[in-house]
């Protein structure tokens, strides 16, 4: 945008120096979807949503397990200075992404204040470095409601284990959300973390915003493989969703998602199953 004479005179006096500033990064929940093997070689592998964390080296935290993240480059844009961030740290070069949040609470990070303008992605790609993929396992609490005049509060506790190999990081909050008329607040509250910073929160956004975005769009193909079963893309779902689906109500809503294909899988210990992929032209009227 070019601007006026009127605005080159006022920038020619103009210093920022009044100002205080904050520093800011960048930060990034990388989630992937795995199989998990059993035991049993006719049951098929369970699907386990999981996040990317790299162990930090330095304070504060040090040895403290984080989401990948790095201050702002004043001369690029957010969106790229957090790509070139995931590709030098882990190698991740293939993902969907979107802006998630900015955090911005004032004693989120020790140092200083420290703006995070945090995002999303979903990717495929599993041979990462720098790292550890962890399991992600999700308790929901009960819900305690108050309702009132043209409103409610409700407040629901969370627990995010995360789990690689022998290392567990166990993680608790409370998720708050209050109405009043058209207006609605919604707080995500730290009780304790064994991962560094606010970043169990950022998680939490995450991981909220994936299973919100299963019910409208078809964001849940930059987690599967080109090709796939109908039951994997059901597993898929549940695992998200936390929770199991009915199969008649599942293929009538998915199916404008998804085309077949003249292929099946060989898999020993299990029947044959129709491979399918995404339509990319998908009806957007029949999704759960």
Same mark, same amino acid.
């Given at each position: !945008? +070019? =601007?006026?004479?009127?605005?080159?005179?006022? @920038?020619?006096?103009?210093?920022?120096?009044?100002?205080?500033?904050?520093? &800011?990064?960048?930060?990034?929940? =990388?989630?992937?979807? &795995?199989?998990?093997?059993? %035991?049993?070689?006719?049951?098929?592998?369970?699907?386990?949503?999981? &996040?990317?964390? @790299?162990?930090?080296?330095?304070?504060?935290?040090?040895?403290?397990?984080?989401?990948?993240?790095?201050?702002?480059?004043?001369?690029?844009?957010?969106?790229?200075? !957090?790509?070139?961030?995931?590709?030098?740290?882990?190698?991740?070069?293939?993902?969907?992404?979107?802006?998630?949040?900015?955090?911005?609470?004032?004693?989120?990070?020790?140092?200083?204040?420290?703006?995070?303008?945090?995002? !999303? @992605?979903?990717?495929? *790609?599993?041979?990462?470095?720098?790292?550890? $993929?962890?399991?992600?396992?999700?308790?929901?609490?009960?819900?305690?409601?108050?309702?009132?005049? %043209?409103?409610?509060?409700?407040?629901?506790?969370?627990?995010?284990?995360?789990?690689?190999?022998?290392?567990?990081?166990?993680? %608790?909050?409370?998720?708050?959300?209050?109405?009043?008329?058209?207006?609605?607040?919604?707080?995500?509250?730290? &009780?304790?973390? #064994? =991962?560094?910073? #606010?970043?169990?929160? =950022?998680?939490?956004?995450?991981?909220?915003?994936?299973? %919100?975005?299963? +019910?409208?769009? #078809?964001?849940?193909?930059?987690? !599967?493989?080109?090709?796939?079963?109908?039951?994997?893309?059901?597993?898929?779902?549940?695992?998200?969703?936390?929770?199991?689906?009915?199969?008649?109500?599942?293929?009538?809503?998915?199916?404008?998602?998804?085309?077949?294909?003249?292929?099946?899988? *060989?898999?020993?210990?299990?029947?044959?199953?129709?491979?399918?992929?995404?339509?990319?032209? $998908?009806?957007?009227?029949?999704?759960?």
């Amino acid at each position: !945008m +070019e =601007i006026s004479d009127e605005d080159k005179k006022f @920038l020619e006096l103009y210093s920022d120096s009044i100002y205080e500033k904050p520093s &800011v990064t960048v930060d990034a929940v =990388i989630l992937r979807l &795995v199989d998990k093997e059993t %035991n049993n070689y006719r049951k098929l592998p369970e699907k386990k949503l999981q &996040v990317y964390l @790299l162990n930090r080296k330095y304070p504060p935290f040090k040895d403290k397990f984080a989401i990948v993240g790095t201050f702002i480059d004043l001369n690029n844009e957010l969106a790229k200075t !957090m790509k070139l961030c995931v590709e030098s740290k882990v190698g991740l070069e293939n993902f969907y992404y979107e802006q998630l949040y900015t955090f911005g609470e004032k004693q989120r990070d020790p140092r200083t204040r420290v703006l995070s303008v945090s995002y !999303m @992605l979903l990717t495929n *790609q599993s041979k990462l470095h720098g790292g550890e $993929w962890f399991d992600i396992d999700l308790n929901n609490g009960k819900i305690k409601l108050e309702s009132f005049e %043209n409103g409610y509060r409700s407040e629901r506790e969370v627990g995010i284990i995360l789990t690689s190999g022998d290392t567990v990081l166990k993680n %608790n909050l409370i998720v708050k959300s209050e109405k009043k008329g058209i207006e609605r607040v919604s707080e995500v509250e730290v &009780v304790n973390s #064994d =991962i560094a910073f #606010d970043h169990i929160k =950022i998680i939490c956004y995450a991981l909220n915003r994936l299973k %919100n975005k299963l +019910e409208y769009t #078809d964001i849940i193909f930059n987690l !599967m493989k080109e090709k796939f079963t109908l039951t994997e893309l059901k597993n898929s779902y549940e695992v998200i969703l936390g929770e199991r689906l009915l199969d008649a109500n599942f293929r009538r809503k998915t199916a404008s998602l998804v085309l077949p294909l003249n292929e099946y899988t *060989q898999d020993k210990g299990h029947r044959p199953s129709q491979l399918f992929k995404h339509n990319p032209n $998908w009806n957007k009227d029949n999704l759960i």
